[in-house]
């Protein structure tokens, strides 16, 4: 049973940081492109980073330099270091899978986590 599970969200000031997991179970993730997409109220979803199964990253432009995305096959965990955070970051995060190479299209991505919210505070 294909299972990922989020964790890690809250709710924190401007400037704060918080590191998002995403624990991978069920099915061989070795070999996957792995992505955290991000959904705010009334918006679509948008991609927020990717990484490939060579450890090749892609993040939004607006996290670049602030955000960063990894992944430990030893813990079958995905994560996301989120750092300097502004209100604009509010949302619920989602971490993705999908076979092959990496999209930004939340359609490309076969499974999906339930979500964690992220709330940034003025």
């Known amino acids: 049973q294909v299972q990922l599970v989020e964790s890690g969200g809250g709710s924190v000031q401007a400037g704060g940081s918080l590191r998002l997991s995403c624990a991978v179970s069920?099915?061989?993730?070795?070999?996957?492109?792995m992505g955290w997409f991000r959904q705010a109220p009334g918006k679509e979803r948008e991609g927020v980073a990717t990484i490939d199964s060579d450890g090749r990253t892609n993040y939004l432009e607006a996290v670049k330099g602030l955000f960063t995305i990894s992944r430990d096959y030893a813990k079958n965990t995905l994560y996301l270091q989120m750092n300097s955070l502004k209100p604009e970051d509010t949302g619920m995060y989602y971490c993705?899978?999908?076979?092959?190479?990496?999209?930004?299209?939340?359609?490309?991505?076969?499974?999906w986590g339930q979500g964690t919210q992220v709330t940034v505070s003025s």
């Open positions: 069920g099915f061989s993730w070795r070999w996957m492109c």
């Open positions: 993705g899978a999908r076979p092959g190479v990496c999209s930004w299209r939340p359609v490309d991505f076969a499974y």
